[in-house]
């Protein structure tokens, strides 16, 4: 059978099952549901949307939606399939044709309520109308209508889609662990610990308020191992929840024990007694889902050894200053006595949340770096190193890019993690995906990019909302006593970067002696009157440049010898340079034509990394999940093995001329 130009259908209609394993999946609303997978050089995508119109799934890299890349298929009432391959030009319009066509359709097919598609697209299409899909946020974008267009050509109907958008990371995310029948029969249940504010009052008129709670460790007799925490959120309670950490405690035992007795109360007030809880055991932020420790380490809960005591933290946020907010939620830890290899810990690298932190207003790119230096981990981590596994960045509203940098012997390598589409109001944890290893002597360096366009003052570094911070967050195994490796700028670094050359000893509030035309003037106006426009770029060179203090916090204190030094960026003799991948396209069409050839059968050879074989590889994985109701009967979907029961129409196509089938 030859076909010219023009649309062919292949109809294969199995009365069956077609399961796939999906790596991720994210609920868009409730009635979109996107699964997918990353693989070597594709990713593949599936949508369940509650509709029978046509559905939209896009990316793009801030919330606008123009310059959105998006892919809006349908199936028609012949049954036929069709995808296509847009973008959005403009915001209030709907997104148009790209003239480069790079999705891929793997299967599409309706059933009584839902429309489904499944396709794949290169990581980097090379077409300019295409976003990459990379390691850093995306913004997903969602639409769908209760309509189909009128013709194949895709005119949209004018009025009535929904749409949405969120971020979310498609690459480094952490993999929703496999729930198959088997696991769950031999694996014991875990135990769970929900770790619950009691009906937290939020202040009247206060847009802030930090709420610490102290509890005591669940009683176990023997180690057990945290394998998952997940956020527990009081319904309605989202909008005021920034984030909670859960802290473990050391000090006087029978005075925690009198705070555990207690609901807890506003944290760090002056002359209320204030427990060493500094090592981060958890921690969750604004849009995270939980976690999931790798198989190989699980975060240690010893009634013999460690912490008995740990603190929850609490940052809400009021901004709409509603009054009586009451909330109780927390954190929910599971835990297994079935020990893993090893005990995982928290590192927190970044800048002491402090004034010395200075982002000038008005300014696009405010660069400002905290460090963790070579004595610190030269002092803590044994010589066959740790794994870091997984980060979460942090930074308040004005945080824009993050990266997370290691140095060795004057040698930058590759950043443990990077981010430049950094969101502050989606702070998940990012899996790395294979462990990083860094060894006593590195130098790890977290590098905060600000825009302050926003902002006619300036801001300083601390822990309210409108304050910032630059930190990031890692887990690693084997646990080390290093947890927390923090610097803020020396005081010469700092009066450098404002032009200030001598302060007036022991006066107060403090006062500039040098240079004479500032003699008499506060620190303080200093800060406020600053020229920021004309000063900005020697402030920022004053400020990389300049000395620094470290702060290098075990779980016993400041490691010994790091007190009170001063210290210098260290030397890179090797920066690292970003590798630049030609950008290589591949006509989409003869794969197609393999794809369809019957049952897998291709004749021809094919070169192992072309993308014939990859459909290829794509057709089979789709047939070779399909088996036969008797064989398999419908079962319910879990959250990774999504089982679909219906008339499959496998792969129906729009085939370009001259492609030719047998
Ligand atoms: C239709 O497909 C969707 C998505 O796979 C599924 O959730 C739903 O249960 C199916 N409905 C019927 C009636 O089979
Ligand atoms: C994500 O980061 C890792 C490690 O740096 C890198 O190997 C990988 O290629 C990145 N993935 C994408 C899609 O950019």
């Not at 790798?294 to 603190?311: C, F, I, K, S, V």
């Not at 630049?580 to 003869?590: E, F, Y």
Request: hydrophobic share 35%.
């Amino acid at each position: 059978m030859k076909t010219a130009v023009g649309t062919f259908l292949l109809l294969l209609v199995i009365n069956g099952v077609v399961s796939v394993e999906w790596k991720h999946s994210a609920v868009l609303d409730n009635n979109f549901l996107v699964l997918w997978t990353p693989d070597e050089k594709d990713v593949t995508f599936e949508i369940q949307v509650k509709t029978l119109g046509y559905v939209g799934l896009g990316f793009t890299k801030d919330d606008g939606r123009a310059g959105a890349d998006m892919v809006i298929g349908w199936v028609d009432n012949n049954g036929q399939v069709h995808l296509q391959d847009r973008h959005v030009k403009d915001a209030s319009r709907d997104p148009q044709m790209d003239s480069s066509q790079d999705y891929r359709l793997l299967l599409g097919y309706e059933n009584k309520t839902h429309t489904v598609l499944r396709f794949s697209r290169r990581y980097d299409t090379c077409d300019p109308r295409d976003l990459k899909i990379t390691n850093d946020t995306m913004q997903v974008v969602w639409q769908y209508h209760v309509e189909e267009p009128v013709s194949a050509a895709g005119i949209l109907p004018d009025h009535g889609a929904v749409r949405g958008s969120r971020p979310l990371y498609l690459v480094q995310r952490d993999a929703q662990p496999r729930r198959n029948s088997r696991n769950q029969e031999t694996d014991p249940p875990l135990k769970i610990w929900d770790i619950l504010n009691k009906q937290v009052r939020l202040p009247m008129g206060q847009d802030t308020l930090l709420w610490c709670r102290v509890l005591r460790m669940p009683s176990i007799n023997q180690k057990h191992h945290v394998v998952k925490y997940e956020p527990v959120i009081q319904p309605g309670s989202h909008e005021y929840l920034h984030h909670m950490t859960l802290y473990e405690c050391r000090g006087d035992q029978a005075e925690l024990e009198s705070a555990a007795e207690t609901t807890g109360g506003v944290c760090y007030v002056p002359d209320k007694p204030t427990f060493q809880c500094n090592t981060i055991a958890a921690t969750w932020s604004l849009g995270s889902e939980g976690f999931n420790y790798p198989p190989e380490a699980g975060y240690a809960l010893n009634p013999y050894a460690g912490p008995r005591y740990y603190m929850l933290e609490t940052h809400y946020t009021n901004p709409q200053l509603d009054a009586f907010i009451s909330d109780s939620s927390g954190l929910r830890l599971l835990y297994t006595d079935r020990l893993r290899g090893h005990d995982a810990g928290i590192l927190s690298v970044g800048i002491d949340p402090n004034w010395r932190h200075i982002i000038p207003p008005g300014q696009p790119e405010v660069v400002s770096e905290g460090h963790c230096i070579a004595d610190c981990t030269g002092q803590t981590i044994p010589n066959s190193g740790i794994n870091m596994f997984a980060v979460i960045m942090h930074t308040h509203q004005l945080g824009r890019k993050v990266r997370l940098r290691q140095i060795r012997a004057s040698e930058e390598l590759p950043p443990i993690a990077a981010d430049t589409n950094y969101d502050p109001n989606y702070q998940e944890y990012r899996r790395l995906q294979r462990p990083v290893k860094v060894y006593p002597g590195d130098h790890l360096v977290t590098e905060c990019t600000y825009s302050s366009e926003s902002r006619t003052a300036i801001t300083l570094g601390g822990l309210g909302t409108r304050e910032e911070t630059c930190l990031v967050s890692v887990l690693y195994y084997p646990r080390i006593e290093l947890s927390l490796c923090y610097s803020l700028p020396s005081l010469p670094t700092v009066l450098h970067s404002l032009g200030i050359q001598k302060l007036i000893q022991a006066s107060s509030p403090v006062m500039i002696q040098e240079p004479p035309n500032l003699k008499g003037m506060t620190l303080e106006e200093r800060l406020v009157s600053y020229d920021w426009e004309s000063n900005f770029q020697s402030f920022q060179e004053a400020t990389r440049s300049g000395t620094f203090k470290p702060l290098c916090g075990s779980s016993k204190g400041a490691l010994p010898g790091t007190e009170n030094l001063e210290v210098h960026y260290p030397r890179i003799l090797r920066p690292y340079e970003e590798a630049s991948v030609p950008c290589a396209k591949k006509p989409l069409r003869n794969k197609l034509s393999m794809l369809l050839s019957e049952d897998g059968d291709i004749g021809a050879p094919v070169d192992p990394d072309s993308d014939e074989s990859n459909a290829v590889e794509r057709g089979q994985l789709v047939r070779s999940k399909v088996s036969r109701s008797s064989d398999a009967g419908p079962t319910a979907g879990s959250s990774c093995g999504r089982t679909v029961s219906a008339a499959v129409i496998l792969a129906a196509v729009t085939v370009v001329a001259g492609a030719a089938f047998r």
